[in-house]
């Protein structure tokens, strides 16, 4: 039996002993991660201290002025309708698109599966160009929720498609042995199942139409982020910005309150892998050519019309649109920043994710929900909060490593989600040899773990990049004097109604998303095995 340090026998045993000595060597070892994880958690909630910083300096009887006030209460009905008609919209438009090219015999089922997914290649706001340019009368609400539906019902599809690959067929099975119809298996059996894909894809394009700009000021239809740019270019009110601001930022954590509470705490795991067959595709006979109209309309207004409306700007505009020096910059500017802003927060998203796999707990889970808190805030919210800030050290107003920050803090979790799920593939045994052998904690993180995490890390750079090549309102706050990014070009052109010359910037933009859609598609379907 061994003695401790104070000469009593030890009592644990053995295997307890084996378990707990590689413990107690690696945390003070690794303490630095938890402290870098920290760091960036901290440096996360800087726009909601920013908002609560600014209500405090305001005062209350000035804020309550800006915040009480009938034109904040015209914007929260706007927000509200809008909420009330466009995701109900998606999650049934993008559940009968998953049904029929999922668990019919729907012909072409895989190309109108790919068709359903690549609108997200086409930014919301060139969908907002292309409908506006195509119908110059189409404004205000019913527009508002038109170009929305057709722009995101996508993020509900794909969660939608995913969750219906893993359900068990044998449920099915015995609910219509049961003597139920198709329509009530359907209900009270798979649209259960469905819960968490619908609560999660419907606080996704919630959040997507709260922090949404050029859609809406294309169509000119007032809402939050748009009040917020006007209030910033034109009269630069930092206190009514900033309150704005504040009720939207509140309006995102009371949308997370709201999809937790419909997601609830019931358990949706089943133990076993189910039936080992893929589901029974339902025949639709004479419904085939009906149910066909769908997806092809859906297609048709979600890629036709954008592609269509490019073609024949594009057309109108000749060889002279091909402003290739200024086109080249602006592709280089775009480059430079989606690659620095992808670099770094992949960088800075390596402690926490390496914290929530190999240190998972109560302080973990509080630092990453900082995270991921504030990347569901807009990004009009985030450059407020950084415009204040680097106002008082004139040195970082409108610089590089502003805008590369804000970048950091918007889509930190796109990596971050990446990177947990590869770090969680790599033995945590390979990473304590290497410090055995005499490498610095440091080193073996980078040289053993990184190394085996490399393609989750390479997937959070490229959506990382492709948020950052699609992003507006903060580049336009942020970015230094002379920046021209695709997006903030193509916007600057159709600001001056020049819908011809801004159709090449809108064609690269959805060029270069091309490739990170179809990698998504694939993900979903290699993911569930099909």
């Given at each position: ?27 003070p ?54 909420m009330a008609?466009?995701?109900?919209a998606c999650a049934?438009?993008?559940?009968a ?16 599966a790919w ?20 119908i110059p009368?189409?404004?205000g ?6 170009v ?13 498609v ?11 099975d ?6 139920l119809?198709?329509w ?6 798979v ?11 419907s ?5 997507h139409l ?18 917020i ?8 009110n930092?206190?009514a910005?900033s ?28 133990l ?12 639709l ?5 009906a ?6 309309t859906?297609?048709l207004?979600?890629?036709?019309v954008p ?26 500017q775009?480059?430079l ?14 402690p ?15 630092l990453e929900?900082c995270?991921y ?5 807009p990004?009009?919210v985030v450059?407020l909060?950084?415009?204040a ?16 920050l ?8 796109r ?16 990473e ?5 052998l ?10 053993v773990?990184i190394?085996?995490?490399a ?38 052109y ?5 819908y ?10 959805v ?19 099909r």
């Amino acid at each position: 039996m061994s003695l401790t340090a104070f000469g009593k026998p030890s009592r644990l045993s053995p295997a307890r002993r084996s378990h707990a000595v590689p413990r107690l060597r690696r945390w003070p070892r690794h303490l630095w991660m938890p402290g870098l994880a920290l760091l960036v958690s901290l440096a996360a909630l800087l726009p909601l201290g920013f908002i609560g910083w600014v209500a405090v300096r305001t005062g209350w009887a000035t804020a309550s002025a800006l915040v009480f006030r009938p034109r904040v209460g015209e914007l929260l009905l706007n927000t509200a309708m809008l909420m009330a008609l466009t995701v109900p919209a998606c999650a049934v438009l993008a559940l009968a698109l998953a049904w029929l090219t999922e668990r019919s015999d729907l012909p072409g089922a895989r190309v109108w599966a790919w068709l359903a997914v690549a609108p997200l290649a086409v930014p919301a706001f060139v969908h907002g160009y292309a409908w506006v340019t195509l119908i110059p009368s189409l404004h205000g609400l019913f527009a508002g929720v038109l170009v929305s539906v057709l722009a995101y019902s996508a993020f509900l599809y794909l969660p939608i498609v995913a969750a219906l690959r893993r359900c068990d067929p044998a449920l099915e099975d015995v609910a219509a042995s049961l003597g139920l119809s198709p329509w009530r298996v359907f209900r009270r059996v798979v649209l259960p199942q469905l819960r968490l894909a619908l609560c999660g894809g419907s606080l996704l394009i919630g959040l997507h139409l709260l922090a949404e700009y050029g859609l809406f000021a294309m169509i000119r239809f007032d809402t939050f982020t748009t009040a917020i740019m006007d209030q910033f270019q034109s009269a630069y009110n930092g206190p009514a910005a900033s309150m704005l601001g504040a009720v939207l930022a509140l309006c995102c954590l009371g949308l997370l309150g709201l999809e937790a509470g419909a997601r609830g705490g019931e358990r949706y795991a089943r133990l076993g892998g189910g039936a080992a067959r893929p589901p029974r595709r339902h025949r639709l006979g004479r419904a085939r050519l009906a149910c066909l109209l769908l997806p092809a309309t859906v297609s048709l207004l979600a890629l036709g019309v954008p592609l269509v409306t490019l073609a024949r700007w594009l057309a109108a505009g000749g060889a002279g649109v091909w402003r290739l020096p200024e086109i080249g910059m602006a592709l280089g500017q775009t480059g430079l920043l989606a690659a620095t802003g992808a670099v770094v927060a992949t960088l800075a998203a390596i402690p926490m994710a390496w914290l929530s796999v190999r240190a998972p707990g109560r302080l973990q889970r509080a630092l990453e929900g900082c995270n991921y808190v504030v990347g569901s805030l807009p990004g009009v919210v985030v450059a407020l909060a950084l415009v204040a800030a680097t106002v008082q050290v004139r040195a970082l107003y409108q610089t590089v490593a502003t805008i590369v920050l804000a970048y950091v803090l918007m889509f930190l979790p796109r990596a971050m989600l990446s990177l947990r799920a590869s770090i969680a593939q790599a033995p945590a045994e390979l990473e304590q040899a290497a410090t055995s052998l005499g490498r610095s904690p440091a080193r073996a993180l980078w040289t053993v773990t990184i190394r085996l995490a490399a393609p989750g890390a390479a997937a959070g750079m490229a959506l990382v990049a492709l948020g950052i090549t699609n992003e507006l309102t903060a580049t336009q706050m942020l970015a230094p004097s002379g920046t021209q990014t695709l997006a903030t070009t193509f916007w600057a052109y159709t600001g001056e109604i020049d819908y011809a010359s801004a159709a090449p910037y809108a064609l690269l933009m959805v060029l270069f998303s091309l490739p990170m859609t179809w990698l998504l598609h694939a993900q979903s379907r290699r993911a569930t095995g099909r």
